[in-house]
C-alpha cells in the first residue's frame, strides 16, 4: 500500500461547489503539506501543518482552507470552487528534509 | 525573476545520449533536491544535495554551492527515463522548499 495517499484522484466540479480533496499518511510523519501544480509552474504551496494543532498559510491559500484531523490526515477544502482553480494537487509529508508525495488529485472545475 | 531556474525546459534526446539538466537559485539554501515527476502525475525524490556529487545507478547529480548551481545527469539514457525533471531548493531558514518549473524530457528509441 502507497505511504501517502490521496482521495480522489480525479474529480470534475462546477463553479460555486464546495469541494474536499482528502490525503492520509502511515510514515507516521507529523509534517504534511498542499500544493498545486499548474502547467508551466513549479509547484506552489497552499497550506502546511507541522502537526495536528499547527497550520500554516502559504504562499497561495485565498480560496482554500484545510483540516487536520488527525496526525495521519489532512484534508484541502475548496469552499466555492473557480475555474482557475483547476490544477494538480498535491498532498506531502516531510520528516527532516526529505518530503514524500501523494499521487496527486487532477481536479477541474467547469 | 524566479528564485529557482531550470534550464533547458524542455529535453528531446535519443535513446543511449548523456542528458543534463540544470538548476541555478538565487537563495541561501541548506540543501536542494532533484525530483522526477512520471507521466501520470506521481512525483519520487531522487537525490538531496547539500554539497559535492551523489550517485545512484545512471543518475548523477552535483552542486556547487559558491555557484549556486546543480546539474542532474543522465548516462545511458533510455525511454524509461521519459519524465519532467524538478528542481526544488530548501531555505536555509525554515523546510518549506522553492520549487522549479521542471525539465521536461523525451528520450526517443
Known amino acids: 500500500d502507497a505511504d501517502v495517499t490521496q482521495t480522489p484522484r480525479n474529480r470534475i466540479t462546477k463553479t460555486g461547489k464546495r469541494i474536499m480533496l482528502e490525503c492520509s499518511q502511515t510514515?507516521?510523519?507529523?509534517?504534511m503539506y498542499w500544493y498545486r501544480q499548474d502547467p508551466g509552474l513549479g509547484l506552489r504551496l497552499i497550506y502546511y501543518?507541522?502537526?495536528?494543532?499547527?497550520?500554516n498559510k502559504g504562499e497561495i491559500s485565498d480560496g482554500y482552507s484545510v483540516s487536520r484531523q488527525a496526525q495521519a490526515k489532512f484534508s484541502l477544502s475548496l469552499e466555492s470552487a473557480i475555474p482557475n482553480q483547476t490544477a494538480l494537487y498535491f498532498c506531502?509529508?516531510?520528516?527532516?528534509?526529505?518530503?514524500?508525495f501523494g499521487p496527486g488529485t487532477r481536479l477541474t472545475v467547469t | 525573476k524566479n528564485e529557482v531556474e531550470q534550464s533547458p525546459q524542455n529535453l528531446t534526446a535519443q535513446e543511449g545520449e548523456f542528458i543534463t539538466i540544470n538548476c541555478s537559485y538565487s537563495?541561501?539554501?541548506?540543501?536542494l533536491h532533484w525530483l522526477q515527476q512520471h507521466p501520470g502525475g506521481g512525483i519520487v525524490s531522487l537525490f538531496m544535495?547539500?554539497?559535492?556529487?551523489k550517485k545512484h545507478g545512471r543518475l548523477i547529480a552535483t552542486i556547487n554551492i559558491q555557484e549556486k548551481h546543480s546539474s542532474l545527469h543522465i548516462t545511458a539514457s533510455h525511454p524509461r527515463d521519459s519524465a519532467v525533471y524538478i528542481c526544488?531548493?530548501?531555505?536555509?531558514?525554515?523546510?518549506?522548499?522553492?520549487w522549479g518549473a521542471g525539465t521536461k524530457l523525451i528520450i526517443k528509441p
Open positions: 537563495v541561501g539554501i541548506s540543501a
Open positions: 544535495l547539500s554539497s559535492g556529487k
Open positions: 506531502a509529508t516531510g520528516q527532516g528534509y526529505e518530503q514524500y
Open positions: 510514515k507516521g510523519h507529523d509534517r
Open positions: 501543518s507541522f502537526d495536528v494543532k499547527d497550520i
Open positions: 526544488a531548493v530548501r531555505q536555509d531558514s525554515n523546510y518549506q522548499l522553492i
